[in-house]
């Protein structure tokens, strides 16, 4: 059975800490039920859980276990569409104990959400 709240089409480490992720958002995708009836709108959760999908995706690949801790800075700058593709960047950087994953998120050439996710590595 298909999940109809999976984005996420491709999940690519570029460096050590850059990813780049491809999405689509489906028409009959269930995040459009009820947000808004004649003017469908992804909800800005969908966009950050995508982002969150792309870089545990990412953290598996390598081997790596994190937690989530907070967002930061997180814009919504233009509404998606059913049936819109979407690009992702994400770059990891150190801040001491913390992982702080800065994001963008665009369709075509246009910023649609960009921010920080910080996360913390967990212990083996």
């Not at 570029?14 to 028409?27: C, D, F, G």
């Not at 992804?42 to 995706?57: C, E, K, N, S, Y």
Request: charge should be positive.
């Amino acid at each position: 059975m298909k999940d109809s709240r999976q984005l996420l089409r491709e999940v690519n480490s570029i460096t050590p800490n850059k990813i780049e992720a491809l999405a689509y958002v489906p028409i009959d995708s269930s995040w459009f039920l009820g947000h808004f009836p004649n003017e469908p709108i992804l909800p800005g959760i969908a966009l950050v859980d995508m982002v969150q999908q792309a870089i545990i995706q990412d953290a598996v690949a390598k081997g790596e276990e994190i937690t989530f801790l907070a967002l930061k800075r997180v814009r919504f700058t233009q509404p998606v569409r059913p049936g819109e593709s979407l690009k992702m960047t994400v770059t990891r950087g150190e801040a001491g104990e913390e992982t702080i994953f800065t994001f963008k998120v665009a369709h075509e050439q246009n910023i649609v959400c960009s921010g920080q996710i910080v996360a913390k590595k967990k212990k083996r």
